[in-house]
């Protein structure tokens, strides 16, 4: 889904840039409300595992690919708000460094990779949050179905900003009907990451999950026909089966290996705009990145001959630049919160 320089138009890429500052500076403010001392680590770490796995391409189709875009997982594990913050610094540092998605297209893809998935997939992540049972088990099964509708949504809006500012002379039926066609494939992958990963830290640290606070269910007694909440005392202390510290660590030798490991048998076919595309002739004017001589240009390293090791130096290079600059930005948020944007939380746990 990263677009290229070329394939929109400079004045609807000027709008989009526009658009992408924009929600950037809301969501700067915004994640000042969701980020604590807790928590502003683990959005830097999550910035760090959405580029990780984004180098996992998994084969969707004859000669497609797909791969994480990560707003779903981002806005339930951190909060929505630092969701966008996260997906855009991925964005940036792909963009810069790899030479992957254009500069001039950054405002195209931070509104259709970071803002579009995340608003989607956190508003339905939370209608669905509000019928399921409130249990552990709905939150992942809420964040499958937010991850699974959040690609298609990504590919319609992509669609939209063809139809308006594409440079290609190609039918938007055609445009629209292949790429929502093979996202639909890709959100299926899309859905399981997001849901196992959820899934996975709710088991450990349902604390620092932000789609799950609140999840405690209220008792009710019934006053004179009426239906009324109990007032319940301050929650009792959760033994949590992992410190911070050892998540951390373990989410970032995760990402590590990923990126450094296993990018190397990730599928070598197009991902899904690639093929739609190559297939539609969206690409004929897709010029060439601006970073295209950067030495770490499309996830190798320049002068490394060795295939493997060019990609995993790559792959482990960027995930340490990831977390670095992600932390940076979480940390200077969370110093700069104001005293009355205390995030609650289902449990209070000591680590």
Not at 53 to 78: C, K, R
Not at 217 to 230: I, Y
Request: hydrophobic share 50%.
């Amino acid at each position: 889904m990263h677009v290229p320089d070329g394939f929109i138009n400079a004045p609807t890429s000027a709008v989009t840039g526009v658009v992408a500052a924009g929600a950037i500076a809301v969501s700067l403010r915004g994640a000042r409300r969701e980020l604590d001392e807790r928590t502003a680590p683990l959005a830097g770490l999550v910035a760090a595992f959405i580029f990780a796995v984004q180098m996992l391409n998994f084969p969707v189709a004859a000669g497609t690919s797909g791969h994480l875009l990560g707003g779903a997982l981002a806005a339930i594990l951190v909060g929505p708000y630092t969701g966008v913050l996260c997906v855009s610094v991925v964005l940036l540092m792909q963009g810069i460094l790899f030479a992957d998605g254009g500069l001039t297209a950054l405002g195209v893809n931070i509104t259709d990779m970071a803002i579009v998935t995340t608003v989607v997939a956190y508003a339905i992540f939370r209608g669905l949050v509000k019928v399921l049972p409130r249990k552990r088990r709905s939150i992942t099964v809420a964040s499958f179905v937010a991850a699974l509708l959040s690609v298609p949504a990504a590919a319609v809006a992509f669609t939209l900003l063809y139809a308006v500012g594409g440079t290609t002379d190609v039918a938007i039926g055609k445009v629209a009907t292949a790429m929502i066609g093979v996202h639909v494939l890709i959100g299926i992958g899309e859905a399981a990451i997001t849901a196992l990963t959820v899934g996975a830290v709710i088991a450990v640290r349902p604390d620092l999950v932000y789609g799950a606070r609140g999840l405690e269910q209220r008792l009710k007694l019934r006053v004179d026909g009426a239906l009324v909440d109990v007032p319940t005392p301050e929650p009792a202390p959760v033994a949590a089966r992992t410190s911070r510290r050892a998540l951390w660590i373990t989410g970032l030798v995760t990402s590590l290996v990923l990126a450094g490991f296993v990018s190397f048998y990730a599928s070598s076919n197009p991902d899904g705009l690639e093929k739609v595309a190559a297939d539609k002739g969206i690409d004929k004017k897709a010029e060439e990145h601006a970073s295209a001589d950067s030495p770490l240009a499309d996830y190798g390293v320049k002068d490394v001959e060795n295939a493997r090791l060019s990609g995993g130096l790559a792959g482990v290079l960027g995930v340490g630049v990831t977390i670095v600059a992600g932390s940076a930005v979480f940390w200077a948020v969370r110093r700069r919160r104001t005293p009355d944007a205390t995030p609650t939380s289902t449990a209070s746990t000591s680590a």
